[in-house]
Every structure is written in C-alpha cells, then in structure tokens.
C-alpha cells in the first residue's frame, strides 16, 4: 500500500450536484491538465492516489495528452477491486482541430480507447471554435487558421456530440469556455441540451451573470482554476493578475478556519454550488483539497465578504486562439455583449 493511502474519505459525506434528469454527481472533481509543469506520468500517478483516498469524478481531455496514462490507472484501480466503473464518473473533452464532420465522433472514440473504456460519462467541446495552438506554445503564438465564432461550425461539432449520446458512447454532453451571447445563440439549436457548462470560476473571477445564466437553464457550472491556477502556463499569466489567496476577504478566512487560502477557495466554490476540478499532484493537497468539502464551512458572512471581493479578473484569456482583425482577447469572449464575427 502507498504512503497515506490507508486514509480514505467517507463517500456519504461528499455533497452531490444534480444533472438533469435527476442523477447526481460529487461535488468536487480532479483535474488532469498538468499546465506545462507537470508530464502524463505524474498526473496519472496522483489520479491513481485522489481515487484511492475518495475522489469519483475526474476531468479528462484529448489535449492534456494523458489519457492514455490515466487508463492505465483506470485498468489498476478496477483489477485491484479498489473501484468499479459504475462508482467513477469519468468526463473528457474534443479539442478545437476535430470539430470537423466526423472528428469529434473520432476523437472521443480516441479518448475511450486511450482511457479504457467502453463509454463516457460526459463529454466536452473543449472551445467553442475550431482555433488552436500547439502544446506548450508561447502566449504571442497564432495560427493563421483562426477564425471568429461561427454558429453553424459550431452547431455541426455539436450534433456530432448528439450523436455520440445517440451511440451510446457518451452519456451526457456539454459546452466550455461559452458566453450567454454564444449560448443564447445554439441553444435553441441544440436537439440535446448540455448537461453541464465548463467555466473558469474562482473568488477573483466569478462570472456571477453566467453562472446565473447556467444555472437558471438547468445547466450544471463546472469550475475550473478554482484556486487561481498557480500552476497555469507562462502564456496565460499576465502583470495585472489577481492572486486569489491574497483577497482580503480570502486571506480573512483561510486566518480565521487556520487552513490554506486555496482551501477557503474550494470551500467558497463548493458552497456556492459549482463543481470545483481543482488539480495537484501532491498527496497533501489533493487529499486537503477534498477534505475540505465535508468540514468546517464558511460562514455566510464570510461567504458575502468574498462575493464582494469579486475582481473580474480573468485568467485564462485564450489569446493563443485569436484571428487576424481580432482588436483583442476581449473578442474571444464577447465582452460588449454582442458575438464577433
């Protein structure tokens, strides 16, 4: 047995999250994405450990190239009887070049057969277009390919996804990194809603419109950097960042719970009633990072003071994805409230 795996969480006192149609999920999962830090062997070793201390959810995607890896732990856990697939909820994402006819359904046959297994729980378009980067790339890179939001490219990427339900090999699916002038632009079109909304979600950047927006169209706000992304590649960081623990109303609580300000942010995420994807390699943090979800919750004042502290400050801007004439990162989320085309 590894170090510290004789700990394990009490499944009961995880708090759930309900899809539509009823089914519930935990309400905290594990992120995959190693930034440019951390390489497949290492996140596939702290996926084997979260599971064995108590985590049932996992967030998975083609580009963080190590799902192969991850199955692999997949295939230990279920021989060594530690878990079954039923009891994992298991979600992964199409990336941005195989949103053509026929791609998306290729990827995500892609990620069942590196992730060994027979069907997905949920799966993502990963961007809403077709831009992309390549791994590990400068924040000054651009691919002359890129191009505006375009409702129908992205609604053919979508019906793939419908398909897919349609097949059986993916039970729910939904969107990521969308805006309300996006969603309410497909939505209509969707013959099958999504299920759940990826989104960058920590106290310094709340999206509280589109949470709102996400939650009142019954669909489920999944956070990611949910404590800043400390770890976030050089290309996404900017000089006028916000540093989470260093909010005032953050720092107060992590002082007064005597824990970790990343701690204070998972609880906010998890009382607020988002799902957190919070990723760590280190025992300690993963293990802490779960723990805090079934004990020792913020207060609502301490809940208010950090709704208030909320600074607008978004991390991951995606300026790797913009096109010739974009006037900045600022068109990629429609921050005039109008799409850009």
Same mark, same amino acid.
């Given at each position: 047995?590894?170090?510290?795996?004789?700990?394990?969480?009490?499944?009961?006192?995880?708090?759930?999250?309900?899809?539509?149609?009823?089914?519930?999920?935990?309400?905290?999962?594990?992120?995959?994405?190693?930034?440019?830090?951390?390489?497949?062997?290492?996140?596939?070793?702290?996926?084997?450990?979260?599971?064995?201390?108590?985590?049932?959810?996992?967030?998975?995607?083609?580009?963080?190239?190590?799902?192969?890896?991850?199955?692999?732990?997949?295939?230990?856990?279920?021989?060594?009887?530690?878990?079954?697939?039923?009891?994992?909820?298991?979600?992964?994402?199409?990336?941005?070049?195989?949103?053509?006819?026929?791609?998306?359904?290729?990827?995500?046959?892609?990620?069942?057969?590196?992730?060994?297994?027979?069907?997905?729980?949920?799966?993502?378009?990963?961007?809403?277009?077709?831009?992309?980067?390549?791994?590990?790339?400068?924040?000054?890179?651009?691919?002359?390919?890129?191009?505006?939001?375009?409702?129908?490219?992205?609604?053919?990427?979508?019906?793939?996804?419908?398909?897919?339900?349609?097949?059986?090999?993916?039970?729910?699916?939904?969107?990521?990194?969308?805006?309300? $002038?996006? *969603?309410?632009?497909?939505?209509?079109?969707?013959? +099958?809603? %999504?299920?759940?909304?990826?989104?960058?979600?920590? @106290? /310094?950047?709340?999206? $509280?419109? *589109?949470?709102?927006?996400?939650?009142?169209?019954? +669909?489920? %706000?999944?956070?990611?950097?949910?404590?800043?992304? @400390? /770890?976030?590649?050089?290309?996404?960081?900017?000089?006028?960042?916000?540093?989470?623990?260093?909010? %005032?109303?953050?720092?107060?609580?992590?002082?007064?719970?005597?824990?970790?300000?990343?701690?204070?942010?998972?609880?906010?995420?998890?009382?607020?009633?988002?799902?957190?994807?919070?990723?760590?390699?280190?025992?300690?943090?993963?293990?802490?990072?779960?723990?805090?979800?079934?004990?020792?919750?913020?207060?609502?004042?301490?809940?208010?003071?950090?709704?208030?502290?909320?600074?607008?400050?978004?991390?991951?801007?995606?300026?790797?994805?913009?096109?010739?004439?974009?006037?900045?990162?600022?068109?990629?989320?429609?921050?005039?409230?109008?799409?850009?085309?």
């Amino acid at each position: 047995m590894e170090r510290g795996m004789e700990q394990k969480i009490d499944q009961t006192l995880i708090p759930k999250r309900t899809l539509p149609g009823g089914e519930q999920i935990p309400c905290m999962g594990l992120g995959t994405f190693g930034s440019d830090k951390y390489g497949a062997d290492v996140v596939s070793k702290a996926v084997y450990g979260a599971i064995r201390y108590g985590y049932r959810l996992i967030d998975c995607a083609s580009v963080y190239q190590n799902e192969a890896q991850i199955g692999q732990v997949f295939k230990r856990l279920f021989e060594e009887g530690e878990i079954t697939r039923k009891e994992l909820f298991v979600t992964s994402k199409v990336w941005n070049d195989r949103h053509g006819e026929g791609e998306v359904i290729a990827s995500c046959k892609k990620s069942l057969e590196d992730l060994g297994l027979e069907q997905l729980d949920l799966y993502f378009v990963h961007w809403p277009f077709p831009n992309y980067h390549a791994p590990g790339c400068g924040g000054d890179s651009r691919n002359p390919d890129s191009r505006p939001f375009d409702v129908e490219e992205f609604m053919g990427a979508w019906r793939q996804c419908e398909e897919l339900v349609d097949l059986g090999l993916v039970r729910y699916i939904g969107m990521s990194n969308m805006t309300i $002038p996006k *969603l309410e632009a497909v939505l209509p079109l969707c013959r +099958i809603k %999504p299920a759940a909304l990826e989104m960058e979600l920590h @106290p /310094s950047f709340q999206q $509280p419109e *589109l949470f709102d927006y996400a939650v009142s169209h019954d +669909i489920l %706000p999944i956070g990611y950097c949910p404590i800043g992304s @400390p /770890s976030r590649p050089e290309r996404d960081r900017a000089a006028e960042d916000v540093a989470d623990g260093e909010l %005032p109303s953050v720092a107060a609580a992590a002082r007064a719970h005597q824990v970790h300000p990343a701690v204070i942010c998972l609880k906010w995420a998890v009382q607020r009633g988002q799902v957190p994807i919070p990723f760590s390699v280190k025992e300690a943090q993963y293990m802490a990072n779960l723990q805090c979800a079934v004990s020792d919750p913020l207060t609502p004042k301490e809940m208010e003071a950090i709704r208030e502290d909320d600074k607008n400050c978004r991390l991951v801007k995606g300026q790797v994805f913009l096109w010739e004439g974009a006037r900045g990162w600022e068109d990629l989320w429609d921050i005039d409230g109008t799409i850009v085309k």
